[in-house]
Every structure is written in C-alpha cells, then in structure tokens.
C-alpha cells in the first residue's frame, strides 16, 4: 500500500521539448506558484497594515506552503504530493473563511 504514496506519475523532462502537454503543465505550474507566492504577500501586507486577524500569517504560510507545492509539481507529480496538496487547500480555505470574517468589505484574499 506504501507504493502508491511514492508513485510519480509524471516528471519534467526538457530534452522532450515536443512533448506539448509537459511544456504547458510545467509552465503552468510555474505560473501558478509565482501567483500563488503574490497573493500570501498580500496577505502578509494587509496584515501589515491592518492587523485585524492574528491567523492572517498562518493563511500567508498556506498561500506561501501551496506555491512551493506547485513548484515541486512543476518538475514532478506524484500520489504524495497531490494528497499534501489537497490537506493544505483544506487548510488554506479553511483560514480564508475564519480570516475573512474580519475583513467582510475584501472579496479576493
């Protein structure tokens, strides 16, 4: 049962740079980790300016934890990854929703 938490199932390979479907999921998971780093700097800066959650930089942290998880994904996918993936979105909205209480006037973040 093991084997399936170490099961990779997809790898970045640059030499297969005809491979069309591992150059847009690479990039995009690239992409997706830098905007994932920009929001929990905004969190981290509202919380800098406004201080009114003391979850604010644990929801900074899930934001930051979830954009070095796309980066891992961007050079590799596996069982593991995926499954800390999933908990850490549960958490990240999870403190969204607490955190966003006392911000009722923001949409976004």
Known sequence: ???ILRQVWWQWDASASDDVFSQIYH???LAESAAWFIFGGMVV???G???R???ELFYAMAFVVFAITDAVEAWQQ???LILFKLINLVVLFTLRRRVMRSYPEAKLF
Do not use: D, V
């Open 1 to 3: 049962m093991t084997w």
């Open 27 to 29: 990039w995009f998971n």
């Open 45 to 47: 800066r509202r919380w």
């Open 49 to 51: 300016t406004w201080r």
């Open 53 to 55: 959650s003391s979850l």
């Open 78 to 80: 596996s069982t593991a």
